[in-house]
């Protein structure tokens, strides 16, 4: 029979004691169309000490098991958008979940975005068939009720379907050479949809909207005259 000593505190081993919870850090979205500038955007922001920044595992989705699954996506969309959009999701509840010891922590994209945006592209392009689509839905919504997807403040980075084209090309990431300008285009509005007008999904937190169809030289300039609002640096931090 278990005595009560067994139960005293000191019989608890090490590892199962409660860990204090820790802080929730304060948590930003970078948000913008495909080649908006958000890595850039991060990139800017890794030198700050108090911010821990999450890149978005697009090296994941292009070795699953020795898959490109990003091109398998771009090749065959009818065929791999439901393979491809369930790892994104998985790979993007990872993002949320990961625990930092910074005060702030800034990820790229969100499960907000790979459901509002990509997923309803496809369903509305007709490349992802209505059972494929409810399936990544009930997914989605199982996540919202079991996970902390809670964000603080989105970045929404907002730059025309052409600069956003010019970049792809720059930039040369083999699975994207066949990227046309309307997918880039639709994808906009479905971003605009959401973050702007906030006609069928609502944005999960407030928006701060910085425009970048400007050179390399005049976005650091945008990061940096929001910086305090975006590391929220006239708070507690
Ligand atoms: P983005 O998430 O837009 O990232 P990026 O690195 O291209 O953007 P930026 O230049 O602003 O840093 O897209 C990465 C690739 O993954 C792109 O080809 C689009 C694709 N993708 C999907 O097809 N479905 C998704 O749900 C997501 C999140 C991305
Ligand atoms: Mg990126």
């Known amino acids: ?26 948590t930003v979205a970078v948000e913008g169309n495909i080649g908006s500038g958000k890595s850039t955007c ?3 922001f890794r030198k700050q000490k108090q911010v821990e920044v999450v890149p978005e595992p697009v090296f994941k989705w292009k070795d ?29 509840a990872e993002v949320h979940r990961k625990e930092t010891d910074c005060p702030v ?3 790229e994209r969100s499960l907000y975005s ?16 209505d059972v494929d689509y409810a399936i990544l839905s009930e997914w989605y919504n199982w996540i919202q009720e079991n996970e902390d997807m809670h964000i603080d403040l989105i970045v929404y980075l907002q730059a025309k379907p ?21 997918y880039l285009q639709s994808l906009n509005d479905l971003h605009e ?3 702007i007008k906030e006609n069928k999904f609502k944005a999960p937190c407030p928006v701060l909207v910085i425009n970048t169809d400007c ?8 990061f940096d005259a929001h910086r305090d609002e975006i590391l929220q640096l006239n708070k507690e931090n």
């Open 1 to 26: 029979m278990l005595s009560l000593k067994s139960l005293s505190v000191e019989n608890v081993k090490p590892t199962q004691k409660r860990q204090p919870k820790k802080k929730k850090p304060f």
């Open 105 to 107: 922590k800034m990820i």
């Open 215 to 222: 050179g390399l030289n005049d976005m650091y300039k945008k």
């Open 193 to 195: 949809d959401w973050l």
């Open 64 to 92: 699953v098991k020795g898959y490109n699954t990003l091109e398998l996506m771009y090749k065959d969309a009818s065929r791999w958008s439901l393979a491809f959009q369930s790892y994104v999701q998985l790979t993007m």
């Open 114 to 129: 790979a459901r509002y945006c990509f997923v309803e592209n496809l369903f509305k392009g007709g490349l992802m068939p």
């Open 42 to 44: 991060l990139e800017y």
């Open 162 to 182: 052409v600069t956003c084209q010019n970049r792809i090309k720059m930039r040369n990431r083999h699975e994207e050479q066949s990227v046309p300008l309307e």
